[in-house]
């Protein structure tokens, strides 16, 4: 197995080519050429991930949120994306990130998150031609917005959430995975009477008659596009060694007291 054969099956279900102007989706280390004996999947490549991938004899580590996101001016110990850079890089780990490119198609990110709430009718909440960010759809019974807000904190399993003041009823529900403030008038213009989302800004609290937000956290709105491209990988290639990072649970930066 190489390195591209993992790629192919990733892009198949997630092209390259869709992936948002300021991402950096793809192979941020290694070559395609490289021989891969196994693949660990996690949500954020550290260097804690790396060492994992290295003790479970995985040379390739695939993740949502990419290694690089900006130009790196110096390697230097002790930076966590250095860290991570200079291990991958002395263990011959090829490290790969499905972002934007996985929040865009209907069977990723977005579109978990509404397969978790139970939603129907579920459609790309900005289409650009059978891909784009967020999903939209309908509840399977209209909610008050205090029955939704409980609602959501179970499906998802939270602790808890941020949420504007409660409406009267929601039928139709919007959402974008990870940081989506930008997508809020989208939201409503299609008839979204909540959209849920991550790192909402205050300001945006202030919604209007009849519309309400909740931001549900960045990790917890995303974590289950681990268990797809886990997914993904082994149905392209069932026999070989695909694994999901044990320290899912505890990889999340953000922490509630």
Known sequence: MRV???????EQ????SIQEGWDNSGLAVGSPGDEVHGVLVGFDCTAELIDEAVAEGCDMVVTHHPLIFHGIKRLCPGDPVSDAVIRAVRAGVAVYAAHTTADKVLAGVSGAMARRLGLQDIAILEDEGGYGLGAVG????PMTG???AVYVKEKFGLKGLRASRPVERIERVAMCGGSGGSEIDAARAAGAQLYISADISYHHFFTPEGFMLMDIGHFESEVEIVDILSAVIREKFPTF???KSGNLGRSNPVRYF
């Open 138 to 141: 309908t509840l399977p019974k």
């Open 146 to 148: 205090e029955e939704a």
């Open 241 to 243: 060694a695909v694994r």
């Open 4 to 10: 591209r054969d993992i790629i192919s099956a990733i």
């Open 13 to 16: 279900f997630a092209p390259l």
